[in-house]
């Protein structure tokens, strides 16, 4: 059993390359362990120290967060919410201020979840995670990452060093909205991410949307190209919403039953939609979008 | 009116009001689970893990076994006794038949938690499941399975009927409902289903035994001490004097730690091992195992009507959930019945209420048990029947309420009594009738709670520095009233509350009283404590009188001094008093809250009194909230409380602030998010706090109170009623009349969570619920 606090990169691969298991806030792996999900593992590497894993750069060409950024970084950090607002608003919504405070995106991804608040904007803001090894760097799609329900295609021995995000045109906006049941401390019902570029006549030229728990892994809606050029009205909600409901394949659980998340999926898309594209305006829609608008909204 | 205003808690809090408060805040204070004794061990219990089953083998060999475990005990090693409130039907460790997963089948005493917890497991339990009672109609089936094969074996206290799987029944019947119905103008039937909850005290509970010769200190996160001595006295057969309870600080209990749970148990764990024995509860176990838990019910009601919206009957038909083994519950088919009542002239009345043995977990006073849930039933309700004959809800309730001098439905003339105050003012506040967003509404509930008459005494002494000490069986469960024993005792002294020292939560030095139960903090140990100051204060007035060569009846204490009435000047400092009886006769008081009976009922009669039929000192109240509701997604968000509280004279403004806040809070749990859901196999689906969702300060909403301190007869010290329970009981009520004014149409099921709002909105079948259509009709049937 070991517990190795590294102090560099390097440190840290070396002790992955040594079998060591990354922790970095801990807010899984220990309360998963606590939980009986998974025991903790005998030798555990430390990585919550390492400033090379807590940067968000930003390049003409793309914007690369750290895996150890926190969701209270990221929930404020300018050019994460100027340019990858969705996952500012992800990260508003994580747990609680504590759990904020330790958690990180780098945990968030490779947990696995499918209930993982950051996954569906990384997957619409078309981001790809940078996992290292002591030699060698590659970069995997994330539809390629996540396999199942907590599983990934990364190797052991790999770390999460960065997610990357290509950049994108001014006149594109994001927005993340989830199902809560109350305002704190609530896990994902359902989610649901889209971002939106407009054409200069303000219809749509590009517009993804990924949906949060209501699939083994995040998913992707799919078939949404033929919308392009379309304007961001009703009818265009309607139709995003009624494919998100359509290819989604959610569960009955404790939390909800297929039947409600079915059609909560298609009322947060269209939320999301909304606020992307009103984002893509221009328009001020606040961080995180639970709190601008409707039941959630400050009074 | 006579309502006063009482001022916000920020204005002027004495600090000696939570003396517990600053242990609490920085971690200096000592909870049980906080407790190390030399050589102590930790227990774990075995669980039956299945709802019904006849045991066929339990061999704790495997578990003695193991190096480092000192005792297992099971039903063998204890005193074959059948014990709980009303219904004999429970044993400390199961015998012969398991009735609910929680049921504890064996105790292990070990070096660690964890070896505790593996012998524990090794235990080899073998049994032949029985048919499970889980949904409260089929359980009054004559094919039903039954959960006690013979109810009457028991020793049985009170004559309520019972049999089956009736554990008690009792009704109310006043005048013929039925011809009221026949001949009334519009006739509204609903049915509403709660789901059971919990207490969720943030501490889990914990309990320490230690032997010292042939005597037992039990230390004990308990709510009322006496009770658990007295269940460690009867269940292992001691003398009270053998048995001392001591409760350190309390992490909350909320009623869910009221009555007698593992104390025994720990008790006889600790004398087979011969060293003391800890308990500390998990989570899971606070969940699954303990017999107190909220009741989930079943109500129909049915109104009867004249056009202008006077109520001429009611009739109702309540099940109650009692899960497993009666607890204390045996009341609460008869307190059901008062709620779905409610406090309304009602000329008419047949309501029926069964208490149903399930194979669920034992239910058990969780504050105001029953209210909140007969209450959200009777208003939602009632909103039902004011939009029948198209009234205002608010101006319906003033048609039908309740007033001084009105009989109420039971058939109790009520005294004083300040509801129609409450409803008018809690109204106000809210801005009753105001333009709201529309998906926004204000929901209105009212409702009662009584108050309890229960043996309580107290000491008191002075030390010869003029400071001090209250003895009382009070119990300190977060609520802050014990503080307001020593300026109970204050003003009769005539000294400054910070100088008296509360002594209490120790059997071996309290008198009997009624601990942490009932609201009755105030209202009987408040009433002893008078008693004990009074007797100091006589004896320091004769003191005085000597010493001032004045008539005793004309001393006046007051500002640490006796003085002679109209002679200020002629005074002599208490503590002068003090110190020349601390050289001769002691200052020492003894009280006792004389036993209060309830009031009499006219012209109706009640099947299976429990005693809930008529209300001591009733607390009347009234909430407004205002909701916001998403309609595409069911979530329901509260956004301001306004409340008004009839609790007679509020003593301690802060600590009754607090008392409204907490119960709000609560009751907006239970409203939108807090419920027991159950498998087919009667076991808890969410026992934890992930899938059981409480409140969190994030979701509070803005509490606006308003007291009205109208003089009520027969009330606490000077004129107090309780507070504790009160405003848990009308929150859900009107949360859920507020989601039905945005959705159009009531939430029948309890908590009304998210997706039971969209399915209302959507005109969906809940698909795990039976609930039938409302039906209004016009004219006579
Ligand atoms: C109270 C509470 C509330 C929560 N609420 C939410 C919520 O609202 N939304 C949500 O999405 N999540 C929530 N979570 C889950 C959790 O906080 C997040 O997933 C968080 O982002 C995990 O980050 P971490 O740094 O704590 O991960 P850790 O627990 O340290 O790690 C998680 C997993 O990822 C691996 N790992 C961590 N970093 C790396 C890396 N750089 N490279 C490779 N593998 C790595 C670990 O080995 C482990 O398997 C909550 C958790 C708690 C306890």
């Known amino acids: 059993m070991s517990f190795t606090i590294a102090t560099s990169l390097d440190d840290a691969l070396a002790a992955l390359a040594d079998g060591a298991r990354p922790i970095a806030g801990g807010t899984d792996l220990v309360v998963g362990a606590r939980q009986g999900k998974d025991p903790l593992p005998q030798n555990l590497v430390a990585i919550d120290r390492l400033g090379e894993l807590a940067r968000v750069e930003v390049t003409d060409s793309e914007i690369r967060i750290g895996a150890g950024v926190t969701h209270a970084q990221l929930m404020v950090d300018a050019s994460v919410v100027d340019h990858c607002t969705a996952i500012a608003d992800a990260a508003a919504l994580v747990g609680s201020p504590a759990t904020r405070n330790v958690g990180t995106l780098g945990g968030n991804v490779m947990n696995g979840s499918p209930a993982m608040d950051t996954g569906a904007p990384l997957v619409v803001l078309g981001a790809t995670a940078e996992l290292r090894t002591a030699s060698a760097t590659r970069t995997v799609a994330l539809d390629e990452l996540w396999t199942g329900p907590g599983q990934t295609s990364a190797q052991p021995g790999e770390l999460c060093t960065a997610l990357v995000m290509p950049a994108r045109p001014a006149t594109s906006g994001s927005a993340y909205v989830r199902l809560e049941y109350r305002r704190t401390m609530e896990i994902a019902v359902v989610g649901a991410a889209a971002s939106v570029t407009l054409a200069s006549d303000g219809a749509i030229e590009s517009l993804r949307v990924a949906l949060t728990a209501v699939a083994p892994t995040i998913l992707e809606v799919t078939g949404l190209d033929d919308l392009s050029g379309s304007t961001v009205d009703d009818g265009l909600l309607a139709s995003v919403a009624e494919r998100a409901s359509g290819q989604a394949t959610p569960i009955t659980d404790l939390r909800a039953s297929d039947r409600y998340r079915s059609k909560m999926i298609g009322v947060m898309a269209r939320r999301a939609v909304e606020a992307a594209a009103m984002r893509a305006r221009g328009e001020a829609v606040a961080v995180p979008v639970n709190r601008a608008t409707g039941v959630g909204a400050a009074e | ?781």
Not at chain 2, 191 to 218: C, F, L, M, N
Not at chain 2, 350 to 359: A, E, H, Q, V
Not at chain 2, 462 to 467: E, F, K, L, R, V
Not at chain 2, 713 to 722: M, V
């Open chain 2, 1 to 781: 009116m006579t309502e006063a205003m009482v001022p916000a808690p920020s204005e002027d809090v004495p600090a000696f009001v939570r003396a517990d408060g600053p242990d609490k805040v920085t971690g200096s204070g000592r909870y049980t689970a906080d407790i190390t004794l030399t050589g102590m061990l930790a227990a774990k219990f075995r669980y039956a893990g299945v709802s019904h089953a006849r045991i066929t083998r339990l061999d704790v060999e495997p578990a003695r076994a193991i190096p480092g475990v000192f005792a297992v005990i099971t039903a063998d090693d204890v005193p074959d006794v059948e014990f709980s409130y009303g219904i004999a039907d429970r044993r400390l460790f199961a015998k012969d038949v398991v009735r609910f997963e929680g049921e504890v089948l064996a105790a292990v005493a070990a070096l660690t938690p964890e070896l505790a917890q593996q012998a524990a497991d090794a235990i080899i339990f073998e049994y032949d499941e029985l048919q499970v009672v889980t949904d409260l109609e089929a359980a009054l089936a004559d094919s039903s399975p039954l959960v006690h094969d013979d109810l009457d074996a028991y020793t049985i206290t009170g004559d309520t009927p019972h049999g089956g799987n009736v554990a008690t029944h009792s009704s109310i019947t006043v005048g013929d409902a039925g011809a009221a119905r026949e001949s009334a103008d519009v006739v509204v039937s609903s049915r509403y289903v709660a789901d059971a909850s919990h207490a969720v005290p943030i501490e889990p509970r914990a309990v320490v035994a230690q032997w010292e010769g042939d005597k037992v200190t039990v230390y004990t996160s308990t709510q009322v001490p006496f009770d658990a001595r007295n269940g460690v006295c009867e269940t292992l057969e001691l003398p009270a004097s053998r048995v001392r309870v001591i409760v350190p600080h309390l992490g909350g209990g909320f009623g869910g730690k009221c009555g007698f749970h593992y104390e025994a148990h720990i008790a006889a764990l600790s004398r087979a091992a011969g060293r003391p024995v800890k308990l500390v509860f998990s989570r899971w176990e606070e969940f699954v195992a303990p017999d107190r838990r909220r009741e989930g019910m079943i109500i129909d009601v049915t109104t009867s009507m004249a056009a202008d919206g006077t109520i001429v009957a009611r009739e109702a038909d309540i099940l109650v959930d009692n899960g497993a083994y009666i607890a204390d519950a045996s009341f609460f088919a008869q307190a059901a019945a008062m709620h779905v009542a409610g406090p309304y002239r009602i000329p008419n009345v047949r309501i029926d209420s069964k208490l149903i043995y399930t194979n669920h977990q034992p239910s058990g006073s969780v504050r105001a048990p029953t209210a909140p849930q007969g209450c959200w039933a009777s208003e939602l309700h009632t909103d039902e029947l004011a939009a029948a004959v198209g009234l205002d809800p608010l101006e319906f309730r003033r048609r039908n309420i309740v007033r001084t001098g009105d009989v109420g439905p039971s058939g109790q003339t009520y005294e004083e009594i300040g509801l129609e105050q409450c409803l008018e003012l809690a109204s106000t506040s809210a801005g009753w009738g105001r333009d709201l967003p529309d998906d926004e509404a204000l929901g209105v509930g009212i409702g009662w709670w009584p108050s309890f008459g229960a043996p309580a005494g107290a000491y008191m002494k002075m030390h010869g520095d003029g400071s001090a000490q209250i003895i009382t069986g009070a119990n300190e469960c977060g609520t802050g009233s014990v503080m307001t024993l020593r300026m109970l005792a204050a003003d009769e002294i005539g000294i400054d509350p910070s100088a008296i020292e509360l002594i209490y939560q120790d059997t071996a030095v309290a008198p009997v009283g009624p601990g942490a139960s009932g609201s009755q903090t105030l209202f009987n140990h408040g009433r002893a404590v008078e008693g004990a100051a009074r007797q100091i204060a006589d004896q320091l007035r004769d003191l005085a009188a000597d010493h001032l060569e004045a008539n005793a009846d004309d001393i006046v204490l007051a500002d640490g001094k006796a003085s002679v009435a109209g002679s200020p000047a002629i005074a002599v400092d208490i503590s002068e008093l003090a110190a020349t009886a601390a050289s001769g006769e002691l200052l020492l008081g003894k009280g006792n809250a004389e036993i209060r009976d309830w009031p009499t009922l006219s012209g109706s009669s009640c099947l299976g009194e429990q005693g809930f039929s008529s209300f001591l000192a009733p607390q009347f109240f009234c909430h407004v909230s205002r909701v916001r509701v998403d309609r595409d997604t069911g979530v329901a968000r509260v956004l301001e409380v306004h409340t008004a509280h009839d609790s007679g004279t509020i003593l301690n403004p802060m600590a009754a602030h607090g008392q409204i806040e907490g119960g709000v809070m609560m009751g907006v749990g239970q409203a939108l998010t807090e419920g027991t859901r159950h498998g087919d196999d009667a076991r808890q689906l969410n026992p934890a706090l992930l899938e059981y969702k409480l409140q969190t300060i994030a979701d509070a909403p803005s509490i606006h109170t308003q007291f009205v301190e109208i003089f009520t007869p027969n009330a606490g010290p000077k004129g107090s009623k309780g507070l504790a329970e009160a405003p848990n009981v009308p929150t859900a009520a009107s949360v859920g009349n507020a989601i039905a004014a945005v959705i159009g149409k009531p939430v029948r099921r309890l908590p009304m969570t998210a997706e039971r709002v969209w399915e209302a909105v959507e005109g969906l079948d809940q698909p795990d619920s039976s609930t039938d259509a409302t039906t209004y009709t016009g004219g006579a049937q």
